[in-house]
């Protein structure tokens, strides 16, 4: 009888400990990470219903404006927690580390010429898609390698402060 008692006793123990074990590894899924909204000074980015343009907006964020995400994303959407009701905001404005406010011109140093983007790793913007080497452009922000100036976004890489 003791021994079944024992057995019993192991197998609510084993049990016991794959519950707490699989609970701790939900949690670690679960948490939160810290993200910015890198966008050009004087504009927004909203925060949507659902991963859709023309969804309803929740809110804005600014640029340097702070938000939590779980990291789940879809269609070019990262999923937005603890920003008011939380919501959907468009990856290509969200860096992983805080922007930099950097008010300087910078040349181009690119060999030939390099794509100004709509938003990062967009598509070219209208009119002036191209800056051309030895070029001079406003840079107003920089983080995960990306600058925003007043061309468009450029890949950092490109830019030169030092040669001007």
């Given at each position: ?42 504009t ?74 709509k ?8 009119g ?37």
């Open positions: 009888m003791k021994r079944k008692q024992g057995i019993a006793l192991l197998m609510a123990l084993i049990v016991t400990v794959a519950v707490i074990w699989s609970a701790i590894g939900s949690m670690a899924e679960d948490r939160l990470a810290t993200v910015w909204i890198m966008c050009k000074p004087g927004y980015v909203s925060i949507r219903e659902k991963p859709d343009k023309k969804s309803g907006e929740r809110g804005y964020l600014d640029s340097g404006d702070s938000f939590q995400t779980t990291g789940e994303s879809k269609d070019g959407w990262i999923r937005c927690c603890g920003a008011g009701e939380g919501g959907w905001v468009w990856c290509g404005y969200v860096v992983t580390e805080k922007p930099e406010k950097i008010g300087e011109r910078y040349v181009c140093s690119a060999v030939k010429q390099v794509a100004c983007r938003w990062m790793g967009g598509p070219q913007v209208d002036s898609p191209w800056l051309k080497n030895g070029q001079f452009v406003d840079v107003f922000l920089m983080a995960d390698g990306w600058a925003v100036t007043s061309r468009g976004y450029i890949r950092a890489e490109y830019l030169d402060v030092s040669a001007r």
